[in-house]
Structure formats: structure tokens, C-alpha cells
Antibody
Framework: EVHLLESGGGLVPPGGSLRLSCGAS????????MAWVRQAPGKGLEWVSG????????TYADSVRGRFTISRDNSRNTLYLQMNSLRADDTAIYYC????????????WGQGTLVTVSS | QSVLTQPPSVSAAPGQKVTISCSGS????????VSWYQQLPGTAPKLLIY???NRPSGIPDRFSGSKSGTSATLGIAGLQPGDEADYYC???????????FGTGAKVTVL
């Protein structure tokens, strides 16, 4: 069974940086594409970024491209999201998810970590 | 930036059936598989339907999915109080080069 656990959320001032982590277990992490999805308070789901198993291909939503960087350490079964130049509209719960790359769906989700951007 | 359109809410009495539509375009639903996600209040989303009409193990057959052209539909039969949740469709978008979600539909059991 897929188990994902996010960490690293918290309160950060506008313009600041934060790094989220996602520990994975229960599946062959290095073979799976992974993604970050966020949900602003009271809003819907938004894809943030995705990364293939080998780490050789990444995608980003327009709203975060150039500010966020997704990466992974397959030796530690961990996914990361480095977030720079944070803005108030980046405030959201950030979910880590496993992504089935062949046909495109998110089959495992973490419980999420809250990021609040405020002075 | 939701590019897939869903009705904001649907409702029905217990035991009835509801359907939730998801409208997209040729760059997403029209040329890619559709998946559906259930988000119970205060919890993380969960995969409900993948590849248009397949259910992961553990998902009751009361939940069904279909796709036609640039639209998809989620059906929930035999509605139960525990089905009250937000439901999202999703698909890859070739033009945007990332996965897109629907606007979300809230299901209320009357």
C-alpha cells in the first residue's frame, strides 16, 4: 500500500523560501513518477509540479514555474519541493502524490502539509 | 487554473443516483484518460476512477465513470450519507503540459 508523508510546511513571510519533503513507502519509489498538488483554503485542487521516476523530466504549473523546483532522492525514497519567492497566493495545503505516468492519474496521496505565506 | 468545468454542486436523496459532468477540450479530455477523485471533508483526495472507467480495488461498484468526446461523467448510484464530499475530475493537458483538475463538485445527500 502506498504511504506518503509530507513535512516542512509552516509560516513564511512573502519573498521567503521553504522546502517541503515527502517520504514514501509501500511501493518501488524509484519507478514511480511523483507530483505535488496544492489546495488553497476553500478552493479546488491545483497541480504544482511533477517528476518522472528517474528525475529526468519535470513539469510545472505556470503559476510556480521559475520559483519552485521539484527533485527527488531515490536512495532515500524522498520527494522534495523547493519553494522560493513565496507569495500570499501560494498559501495552501501541499499534497504529495504518486503519479501513474503511462495513462495519467494520481493513485496515492499524502495527508498534506500546510504552507502559510504571511507577514 | 481549472480548465475542466464541473457543476458546483449536485444533490439527491439517499438511495438515488447522481451524475457529475466534467467538460474539457481536445487538449485534455479529448485525447487523454480521465480520472476522478473524492475528497471527504477535512481529508486528502482519494482516487476513485482511473483510465475513464476503471475502479481501484476497494472502490464500490456504485461509482462509475464514462467518457465521450471532450466530456466525462462520474456516476454515484445508491447514494449514501458517507458519499457527501467534493469530487474532482482530472486529465493531462497537452497544451499546458501538466495535469489539470476540474473545478470540483460538492455532493450533498438530502
Amino acid at each position: 500500500e502506498v504511504h506518503l508523508l509530507e513535512s516542512g510546511g509552516g509560516l513564511v513571510p512573502p519573498g521567503g523560501s521553504l522546502r517541503l519533503s515527502c517520504g514514501a513507502s509501500g511501493f518501488i519509489f524509484s519507478s514511480n513518477a511523483m507530483a505535488w498538488v496544492r489546495q488553497a483554503p476553500g478552493k479546488g485542487l491545483e497541480w504544482v509540479s511533477g517528476l518522472r521516476g528517474a528525475g529526468d523530466y519535470t513539469t510545472y504549473a505556470d503559476s510556480v514555474r521559475g520559483r519552485f523546483t521539484i527533485s527527488r532522492d531515490n536512495s532515500r525514497n524522498t520527494l522534495y519541493l523547493q519553494m522560493n519567492s513565496l507569495r500570499a497566493d501560494d498559501t495552501a495545503i501541499y499534497y504529495c502524490a504518486s503519479y501513474s505516468y503511462t495513462t495519467g492519474y494520481l493513485d496515492g496521496w499524502g495527508q498534506g502539509t500546510l504552507v502559510t505565506v504571511s507577514s | 487554473q481549472s480548465v475542466l468545468t464541473q457543476p458546483p454542486s449536485v444533490s439527491a436523496a439517499p438511495g438515488q443516483k447522481v451524475t457529475i459532468s466534467c467538460s474539457g477540450s481536445s487538449s485534455n479530455i479529448g485525447n487523454h484518460f480521465v480520472s476522478w477523485y473524492q475528497q471527504l471533508p477535512g481529508t486528502a483526495p482519494k482516487l476513485l476512477i482511473y483510465d475513464n472507467d476503471n475502479r481501484p480495488s476497494g472502490i464500490p461498484d456504485r461509482f462509475s465513470g464514462s467518457k465521450s468526446g471532450t466530456s466525462a461523467t462520474l456516476g454515484i448510484a445508491g447514494l449514501q450519507p458517507g458519499d457527501e464530499a467534493d469530487y474532482y475530475c482530472g486529465a493531462w493537458d497537452t497544451s499546458l503540459n501538466f495535469f489539470v483538475f476540474g473545478t470540483g463538485a460538492k455532493v450533498t445527500v438530502l
